[in-house]
């Protein structure tokens, strides 16, 4: 069964620092791979996606992302962190099934 | 443009009563629906998805049920609520064809006591 893991609970980071966030999914094929971001008590929003190409993709925010195939990775960047930057961030996979599959979250925390 | 409406908010009811959330699509058409239910540090877990007018699939056996009614109305519902259904549930909407991005509902915060 198609799985994503997201190894971190929670980050702590200094702004202006950078930043990484882990995913590692679990799929025999290439997924259709986001990252999505949540700020306390709303939805989702869509930072980026990965469907083929360029194995490092742009998203919204600053952010990026690159997709390792070799390590079913696909983890997420920021060159500089902003205070606003302090949300929960969702890797999810699309097997192509109309099912999106999400990790646990990674809760993160950015120091003045 | 397209827009997600969840209602209620928030909702605070006693074990064993009945439930019913609402969730409408604007601006598209023959949308994918989707509940999920997040629970603290255990992420996001789908609970029903709909690819069309009466199509539901479960993918958690408990005591929800969803019902889609119209082309861009998704319901999730219960007889009896238990304690463990407390949680912040989220519809979701993607276009049909193809695999796209999810576009979320603001959420609605379930709290059963």
């Known amino acids: 069964a198609q799985s994503v893991t997201q190894p971190d609970i929670h980050i702590t980071v200094s702004e202006g620092a950078s930043l990484e966030l882990r995913c590692n999914y679990s799929?025999?094929?290439?997924?259709?791979l986001f990252w999505y971001v949540q700020s306390p008590g709303q939805g989702l929003q869509l930072l980026l996606k990965?469907?083929?190409?360029?194995?490092l993709v742009q998203g919204i925010k600053g952010f990026e992302a690159e997709f390792k195939r070799s390590q079913s990775s696909f983890n997420l960047r920021k060159p500089s962190v902003h205070w606003s930057d302090a949300a929960e961030y969702f890797c999810?996979?699309?097997?192509?099934?109309?099912?999106?599959?999400f990790g646990t979250g990674t809760r993160l925390k950015v120091l003045a | 443009s397209q827009t997600i409406h969840q209602w209620p908010a928030t909702l605070v009811q006693p074990v064993g009563s009945p439930l019913s959330l609402e969730c409408t699509v604007e601006?598209?058409?023959?949308?994918?629906l989707y509940w999920y239910r997040q629970a603290a540090g255990r992420g996001l877990q789908l609970l029903f998805y709909?690819?069309?007018?009466?199509?539901i699939s479960s993918e958690v056996p408990q005591n929800l049920s969803a019902s889609r009614p119209q082309d861009r109305q998704f319901i999730l519902s219960s007889k009896k609520l238990l304690l463990s259904d407390s949680g912040f549930y989220l519809c979701?909407?993607?276009?049909?064809?193809?695999?796209?991005?999810?576009?979320f509902g603001e959420g609605s915060r379930l709290t059963v006591l």
């Open positions: 979701a909407w993607s276009v049909r064809a193809g695999t796209g991005e999810l576009f």
């Open positions: 799929y025999g094929a290439t997924p259709y």
């Open positions: 990965y469907f083929s190409g360029d194995t």
């Open positions: 999810a996979v699309d097997s192509g099934t109309y099912k999106y599959i």
């Open positions: 601006g598209t058409s023959n949308p994918n």
């Open positions: 709909s690819v069309g007018i009466g199509q």
